[in-house]
């Protein structure tokens, strides 16, 4: 079954400097692997999504995230952080055609000034 | 902008009592999810609904929590009865799912913060 591991529980980073989110899966086919954000006390929102297209995918704020098949990895990067990118990210992976998530455990980045 | 809005956003009480939390999907979306939000299991998948039958409940406890979706602008998760190790929040999502194939994306509420004594 597909699954998904986020590598660290907290990553923290100075504001400006780069960030990078790692994540491995497991699928026995091409999966469909997403990076959802959460805000303190907030819901979760799409970052961006891989669904067999473009390997290198784009999102929001300016993160993007690399498909990787030969490591199995979906890492999270984004050039230079900002304070308000501090939040909690999710990687996700789709199981089975119904939307079903499947959800990392979460890494928490804090952004320092 | 549509949203998918859930009530209450905090609930506190006591053990036995039933507990109902709402969520109001995104219009024209056909799939509603329920997840569930703790510090020690993360983001569970509790239940979930595609036009509105049932498709996936198996990470729901059976004994005590309900999940259903009277319309298509309703969706209810009922604890009865609670009890502390339910506090948690939990959040309601929507999504479509298409014949051609979906997008994935699912829009989360900002969750109902439950906390049983």
């Known amino acids: 079954a597909q699954s998904v591991t986020q590598l660290d529980s907290h990553v923290s980073v100075s504001e400006g400097t780069p960030v990078l989110l790692r994540c491995n899966y497991s699928?026995?086919?091409?999966?469909?692997l997403f990076w959802y954000v959460q805000h303190p006390n907030k819901g979760l929102q799409l970052l961006l999504k891989?669904?067999?297209?473009?390997?290198l995918v784009k999102g929001i704020n300016g993160f993007e995230a690399e498909f990787k098949k030969s490591e199995t990895s979906f890492h999270l990067t984004k050039p230079s952080a900002h304070m308000s990118d501090a939040a909690e990210y999710f990687c996700v992976v789709r199981r089975g055609g119904y939307n079903k998530l499947i959800f990392g455990a979460g890494t928490r980045l804090a952004v320092h000034p | 902008d549509a949203r998918v809005t859930q009530t209450p956003r905090d609930k506190v009480t006591e053990m036995g009592q039933e507990v109902t939390m709402r969520c109001q999907p995104i219009?024209?979306?056909?799939?509603v999810f329920w997840y569930r939000q703790t510090m020690m299991q993360g983001l569970e998948l509790l239940a979930y609904?595609?036009?509105?039958?049932?498709?996936?409940d198996s990470g729901m406890p059976k004994d005590r929590f309900s999940a259903e979706m009277p319309d298509a602008t309703l969706a209810t998760l009922k604890i009865q009865p609670s009890e502390p190790r339910d506090s948690a929040v939990y959040f309601c999502?929507?999504?479509?799912?298409?014949?051609?194939?979906?997008?994935?994306?699912?829009?989360f509420g900002e969750g109902s913060r439950l906390t049983v004594l």
């Open positions: 609904f595609r036009n509105r039958a049932p498709l996936d």
């Open positions: 891989y669904t067999s297209a473009a390997t």
């Open positions: 999502a929507s999504g479509l799912v298409t014949g051609t194939g979906n997008t994935g994306e699912l829009f």
């Open positions: 219009l024209g979306h056909n799939t």
């Open positions: 699928s026995s086919y091409s999966p469909s």
